[in-house]
């Protein structure tokens, strides 16, 4: 089967650097990708890892490691507005999305 | 604004009801998904269109049926629904042959069975 397994909470404090990971078992890896979503808001697209290594976009970087099938997202200096869910998505075999759950990132100030 | 658009943003039918969702994208994307969003569960993938063919169509429900009469609208016809069908019904699109990973998606329709 396939599966992607992200913690569904995190608690960070606004300014600070948070990590949410995903670990992944699919038939097929052709890349992940990471999304936003607010609540009651459509997902949007952040960033796309299709080779081991670190992809750095601003405040967002973005971490594969295809041999562990592990990635990680990390947010720096954390603002109130990153409140939000992030979603990781692999591209399988067929060349579509299998999704995680999404992780619900909380920031106190 | 994601250049993707869906209508209406919200519905409540009755399970002997009939009713259409539309979405339409103005990015000039040749494929374009249905998913299904459920509370605290991942997106499911309902739908696959690539140049107005289907590609996909992940063991979906009957009384769930997709028209996508050219590259830039898609519709989902519902009937008899369950209440279990209840969920955010979200549309996409991305460039075909480009980058599928990097999806734009509507801002969803909230769906309420009765």
């Known amino acids: 089967g396939q599966s992607l397994e992200q913690p569904s909470e995190v608690t960070a404090v606004e300014g600070a650097i948070v990590q949410i990971n995903c670990t992944y078992q699919t038939s097929g890896f052709y890349g992940l990708s990471w999304y936003q979503q607010h609540d009651g808001g459509a997902p949007t697209f952040l960033s796309y890892?299709?080779l081991d290594g670190l992809e750095e976009k601003g405040r967002f970087s973005s971490f594969l490691s295809r041999s562990k099938g592990y990635s990680y997202l990390l947010l720096k200096e954390l603002q109130m507005k990153d409140s939000a869910s992030y979603l990781c998505a692999v591209m399988d075999s067929n060349y579509q999305l299998i999704w995680g759950a999404g992780t619900k990132l909380i920031i106190k100030p | 604004e994601t250049g993707v658009t869906q209508t209406p943003r919200h519905l409540v039918m009755g399970m002997t009801n009939k009713k259409s969702l539309k979405c339409e994208q103005h990015?000039?994307?040749?494929?374009m998904y249905w998913y299904k969003q459920s509370a605290k569960k991942p997106l499911e993938l309902m739908f696959v269109?690539?140049?107005?063919?289907?590609?996909e169509n992940n063991s979906v429900p009957s009384r769930f049926s997709p028209e996508c009469p050219n590259s830039s609208h898609l519709f989902l016809h519902l009937h008899t629904l369950q209440p279990e069908d209840s969920a955010l019904y979200l549309c996409?699109?991305?460039?075909?042959?480009?980058?599928?990973?990097?999806?734009?998606f509507g801002p969803g329709t909230r769906l309420t069975v009765t």
């Open positions: 996409a699109s991305s460039q075909e042959g480009g980058s599928p990973y990097e999806q734009y």
């Open positions: 269109y690539n140049f107005k063919e289907q590609t």
């Open positions: 890892n299709g």
């Open positions: 990015l000039g994307h040749n494929a």
